[in-house]
């Protein structure tokens, strides 16, 4: 028996890639409209409509949404499906993206289509995988309580000073990996280590001294930094990835690792499993960033949603419509 073909909406963000992703998908969507038929195109025009259309798509009924854009407009979808409460929309409404932004570090957890032939093949022909979701709560810019969500990876210190340089820099028109790695070489700098209390499930507090810190439900951020090599993003589970007591020139010699992922064998460098945590630290305006966007700073309180967000993809198996 042949599954329904589900509803579509795609939320684009016109401004990713520096606006190379208009141009791009006005081909891909006449292209797929001969492949798949109709489906809905909604377009965001500032920060947070991501959030906003995809809700609006949701409760007209659609059963996949597909994000159209960067690591940013990801995360703007993803808190989509979940309404003020923090309770889901629809049940069993469908996520998928389509990157096109400077850095896409979710493509490197998940796979993502490059071609309108990859789109309909998805969307005909696509399975459906359960994805644990991150849930947060920090302080805002202005000193509001801020509730967010995560698919990727949120982290505090040095990363949220280098995210903040490299989202305003020039070079991110060029190419978002060089805008990083030049905002990371000022970071270095800029960013001592600085004192943390981590509570983590129920454990004892963890006291420590960092430079950065990033808790992971996938593997990379930053432009292709493997933060958490290992990272699976249905176990239940995040990892908290620290870099503690880095003095500059041991940071300096050894920052290329994080690229590989083989940084986590140094012995700065911490790893912890967890579900639930909270950080804490008595220096003032530690930024924080939550999937590539500087959205607030610490204090941060976290925890694990497990298999919240049906993730449609399309295996490797399929490679056209048939």
């Given at each position: 028996m042949r599954e329904e073909r589900p509803s579509v909406c795609f939320v684009v963000?016109?401004?990713?890639?520096?606006?190379k992703t208009w141009e791009m998908w006005k081909q891909i969507e006449q292209?797929?409209?001969?492949?798949?038929?109709?489906?809905?195109?909604?377009?965001?025009?500032?920060s947070g409509d991501g959030i906003a259309l995809t809700r609006d798509a949701?409760?007209?009924?659609f059963d996949l949404i597909v994000s159209?854009?960067?690591?940013?407009?990801?995360n703007e979808v993803v808190?989509?499906?979940?309404?003020?409460?923090?309770?889901?929309?629809?049940?069993?409404?469908?996520?998928?993206f389509f990157a096109s932004g400077s850095g896409s570090d979710l493509q490197r957890s998940l796979p993502t289509m490059r071609s309108a032939q990859e789109l309909a093949d998805m969307i005909l022909h696509?399975?459906?995988?359960?994805?644990?979701?991150?849930?947060?709560?920090l302080t805002g810019h202005q000193g509001q309580e801020v509730k967010r969500y995560f698919l990727n990876i949120t982290s505090f210190g040095m990363s949220g000073m280098v995210t903040s340089l490299a989202n305003n820099s020039p070079l991110k028109r060029i190419s978002g990996k060089l805008a990083f790695h030049v905002a990371s070489i000022r970071g270095f700098f800029g960013f001592p280590?600085?004192?943390?209390?981590?509570?983590?499930?129920?454990?004892?507090v963890y006291e420590t001294s960092s430079r950065l810190g990033?808790?992971?439900n996938g593997r990379c951020f930053g432009g292709g930094m493997h933060m958490a090599p290992v990272a699976e993003m249905d176990d239940g589970e995040l990892d908290l990835i620290l870099l503690e007591r880095f003095t500059l020139l041991r940071l300096l010699m050894n920052f290329g690792k994080i690229y590989k992922g083989t940084h986590v064998h140094l012995p700065e460098v911490s790893s912890h499993k967890v579900k639930k945590l909270r950080v804490e630290s008595d220096v003032p305006n530690i930024l924080m960033e939550v999937d590539g966007e500087v959205l607030g700073r610490l204090p941060l309180a976290c925890e694990v949603l497990p298999k919240v967000l049906p993730f449609r993809f399309l295996p490797q198996e399929i490679t056209s419509v048939g």
């Open positions: 963000n016109p401004k990713s890639a520096s606006g292209e797929l409209r001969v492949l798949v038929g109709e489906f809905e195109v909604k377009r965001t025009t500032c949701l409760r007209e009924g159209v854009g960067g690591d940013g407009t990801n808190n989509g499906f979940f309404d003020e409460e923090g309770q889901p929309i629809r049940e069993g409404a469908m996520f998928s696509g399975q459906t995988r359960l994805l644990d979701v991150g849930s947060l709560s280590n600085v004192p943390l209390r981590i509570f983590r499930d129920d454990q004892e990033a808790v992971c």
